[in-house]
Structures are given as C-alpha cells and as structure tokens.
C-alpha cells in the first residue's frame, strides 16, 4: 500500500504540513518495497480549486491512505471515490505520523530502518519551462547551500537542457539568498544541505528544494531533468541556520 504525507520538504524528518491542497510536497511511501519518494504538489500555487486537483494527484499515484491536517468537502469527496482513507494528523514529522498511523490502524510501520533513504526528485514542472539552480563547488554540488562559492543556474525548455550559467554566490547573510534566487527566476534549487529556515523561505516562495545530493554537477542536472534524479539525507549539520 502506498501512503500519501503532507509535508514542508522531503523525506521522512519533513516536517508535516497541516494542509492538503496547499502541501507543496506529499511523501510518499511504499510498504510493500519500502521505499520513498517526495512528490511536488504543482497545484499549491493554484488561483483555486487546489484541493480536488490534489486529491486527484493523489489518486493517480495509487495512494491507499492520506496523512493529513484537514481536508475540505470537495477534496475529501474525490479521495472517497477513489477508496482513498484519510487520516488527520497532528504529528510533528512525516516519521512520527506514520508511527500515528500504525497505532490507530494497524498499518506496518514503513518510516523504521528497511525504508531506503533514496528518493527520486521530481521536476517542479516537467515538460514545461523552468529554472534551476544547484549550490556549486567547482564541478560538483556543494555539501552547504549558504557556504557554497558559486550557483550554476540551468534553464530548461521542453525537458531540454537550454543554457547554463554560473555566478557567484553573492554572500549568505541571514534571509538574503532565498531572496537572491527568486529574483532571478529560480524554480528548483538543489544542494548537499540546507538548514530548516532557509527551506521554508523558499517554501514561500514557491521554489522546490532538494537537499542530499552529491556528485559532479551536470551528472545531476542531467538525472534531474529526466526524472531520475536520487537524494538522500542532508549533509548540512546545521539544520536550525537560515543560511545553511
């Protein structure tokens, strides 16, 4: 069975957001393969109608259950007829609710040590147009987001790689890149780490993160674009810095 979490950012220590429609991830779990994937809500910036289009991006990913704070009328009425449960939540982490979820309903546990820590990235508007930028050191992706000397922004048309550039980091002064980024278009920025408050600025917004990815930059704009992109777990200790 595949569960469906809510969530501010990806993986399994993501914290849970209390929306539905408005999530601009889902976790998603497999308790059959015990794996995970974090699944970008492209709906959350919707002028409307945000929830029923969540839940019917829900449905297509053959999810059983919904982890969840609140959902509305509309929104619960697709999951019904799609034989989606929904399940409210007040946890704190995508881990601790599916814990919830295996005491109130039986459910096994997938958040324990056979899940994979990989995940797939997926694009925040695939076969669209859209900007990435990835924290660069050198040739490869910096370990520390605010650390990081420079960032290679990537600019994608139809799945097509288009042009690449890099310029230098302009400094991490609390608050200031997320800022930075937006200015310039950002849509996606990837990095080894970043800190919890740097990922909510960009939460808000509207830019994905992607944290816990290493290896020489265009082997990773190359997986990231086809779809295929794996992460694993941040590599910044600095989790309550802004700048990280």
């Not at 059959?32 to 970008?40: A, D, F, I, P, V």
């Not at 839940?55 to 999810?63: P, V």
């Amino acid at each position: 069975m595949k569960i469906a979490i809510s969530a501010k950012g990806q993986g399994l220590d993501a914290q849970v957001d209390s929306r539905f429609g408005r999530s601009h991830y889902f976790v998603v779990v497999d308790t059959e393969t015990g794996t995970t994937l974090t699944l970008t809500n492209d709906n959350a910036t919707a002028p409307g109608g945000a929830g029923i289009q969540t839940a019917q991006l829900i449905a297509n990913q053959d999810a059983g259950v919904v982890i969840t704070g609140r959902v509305g009328p509309k929104a619960a009425q697709v999951l019904d007829q799609a034989g989606i449960q929904v399940h409210s939540t007040r946890a704190g982490t995508v881990r601790e609710a599916l814990q919830e979820l295996e005491g109130t309903m039986g459910v096994k546990n997938p958040s324990s040590e056979s899940v994979s820590s990989s995940q797939v990235a997926t694009g925040p508007k695939r076969n669209s147009d859209y900007k990435v930028a990835i924290a660069t050191e050198g040739n490869l992706v910096a370990a520390h987001f605010g650390h990081c000397s420079d960032f290679t922004i990537v600019t994608v048309k139809n799945s097509q790689i288009e042009a690449k550039e890099v310029v230098p980091n302009p400094g991490h002064r609390p608050g200031f890149l997320p800022r930075y980024l937006a200015d310039l278009g950002i849509d996606c920025i990837i990095a080894g780490g970043m800190g919890g408050s740097a990922q909510e600025l960009f939460t808000e917004r509207g830019i994905m993160t992607i944290i816990g990815v290493q290896g020489p930059v265009d082997d990773i704009v190359a997986a990231y674009v086809a779809g295929n992109l794996q992460v694993g777990e941040s590599l910044c200790d600095h989790d309550g810095e802004t700048s990280c």
